[in-house]
T-cell receptor
Framework: GENVEQHPSTLSVQEGDSAVIKCTYS??????FPWYKQELGKGPQLIID?????GEKKDQRIAVTLNKTAKHFSLHITETQPEDSAVYFC?????????FGKGTSLLVTP | DSGVTQTPKHLITATGQRVTLRCSPR?????VYWYQQSLDQGLQFLIQ???????AKGNILERFSAQQFPDLHSELNLSSLELGDSALYFC????????????FGEGSRLTVL
């Protein structure tokens, strides 16, 4: 089955700095790569996704890049704010399943 | 509010017991996914149903089973419970199979003592 690796597991940045989270996947047939944000006590929520026919997608302060050849994709958060503190998960589809990485705990300190 | 309802929110039981977790998907969503979240394993995909039929299976133990009913709600049955089954169990729903947004419930926290 699909194996999604995510790094780093924890990330601490100062408010205003950028944060980058990286993921790799194993299934070359994967064509959908979403990112989810999970706040304490809640279920994960989609923040951005990218499909295999594009290399980059941006939505305000967040962006995702995809390198299909290398089978890796990244989440970039610019001008981080304390409310960005949460656990972030990458995912990749494989057949009918959607497999998630183990998560990155992001802490943004004022 | 994602529109996905999970019950119960918390459950404490003993080893060897059996429990049933229930999920009501968003109105109109045909797909239901079950995930197990533990501290060291992140979000582990268990199983997916689409319009009543099983479509994908992940690392689901033989002691666990699930089904999706005609009204599209789903149940996850966990039997012969072990201490290691203690985790947060999430249900998610979506309109399509695996290339669209998943809407997660708030989870059912299972504690096995």
């Amino acid at each position: 089955g699909e194996n999604v690796e995510q790094h780093p597991s924890t990330l601490s940045v100062q408010e205003g700095d950028s944060a980058v989270i990286k993921c790799t996947y194993s299934d070359s047939a994967s064509n959908y790569f979403p990112w989810y944000k999970q706040e304490l006590g809640k279920g994960p929520q989609l923040i951005i996704d990218i499909r295999s026919n594009v290399g980059e997608k941006k939505d305000q302060r967040i962006a995702v890049t995809l390198n299909k050849t290398a089978k890796h994709f990244s989440l970039h958060i610019t001008e981080t704010q304390p409310e960005d503190s949460a656990v972030y998960f990458c995912a990749a589809n494989s057949g009918y399943a959607l497999n998630f990485g183990k998560g990155t705990s992001l802490l943004v300190t004022p | 509010d994602s529109g996905v309802t999970q019950t119960p929110k918390h459950l404490i039981t003993a080893t060897g017991q059996r429990v049933t977790l229930r999920c009501s998907p968003r109105s109109g969503d045909l797909s239901v996914y079950w995930y197990q979240q533990s501290l060291d394993q992140g979000l582990q995909f268990l199983i997916q149903y689409y319009n009543g039929e099983e479509r994908a299976k992940g690392n689901i133990l033989e002691r666990f089973s699930a089904q999706q009913f005609p009204d599209l709600h789903s149940e996850l049955n966990l039997s012969s419970l072990e201490l290691g089954d203690s985790a947060l169990y999430f249900c998610a729903s979506s309109v399509s199979h695996n290339t669209g947004e998943l809407f997660f419930g708030e989870g059912s926290r299972l504690t096995v003592l």
